[in-house]
């Protein structure tokens, strides 16, 4: 959760909240999602700190997992390998907020379209976004599915799975925008003897071999 914030609450409604077993079962009643301004009003007023493990994925406040050494050891080389492919009028962050209409999401890697300091006072939407990258070891279940149906309903051009488990990189283009089941329309992997197109707004600008990506 990164927002323009205060001092954490010690009441945070996250795991770890004193009065919430970690084995508390969901509701069987309807549980209520929150919507984008819902979740930023949450920070403004420090009932979600900076540092609080989470993102808001389809109006759920979904818990981030740890950082492994693989995975950010990854997250390193696919960004520094796509500094090098990119162009000017393009940025790369990691793990920062992209706002879409129900979700907040923060991918691993993302190539953003100016400068940051086009943003001082929003994150960047899916309009301004050419490529995400997810690193997935333990996350792969949520990459594969409510994040890629997050990005996919978004318009996001260009998603990527580097599936360390697999030693292989997922790409997934042409994503179906707000359809009944988001999706995309293109998949392809690539294994460690190939190399990945990286395409911003549909040219390719450089390629990256996967051998020196992964762990």
Known sequence: MRHRIGTPSPDSYLDGHPSLPHSAALPDEPIYRLSVAQYHAMADHSILGEDDPVELLEGWLVQRGAKRPPHVFTTRRVRRALECSLPNGWYIDLHEPVTTMD????????????????????HPGPEHVALIVEVADTSLHTDRGTKKRVYARAGIP?????????????VYTEPTGPAKRADYKHFQEYGLAEEIPVALNGVEVGRLAVRDLLP
Do not use: M
């Open 158 to 170: 260009v998603y990527w799975i580097a599936n360390l488990a697999g030693s292989k990189f997922e």
């Open 103 to 122: 979700s907040e999401p923060e991918p691993d890697v993302l190539i953003v379209r100016g400068e940051p300091q086009d943003y001082p006072d929003r």
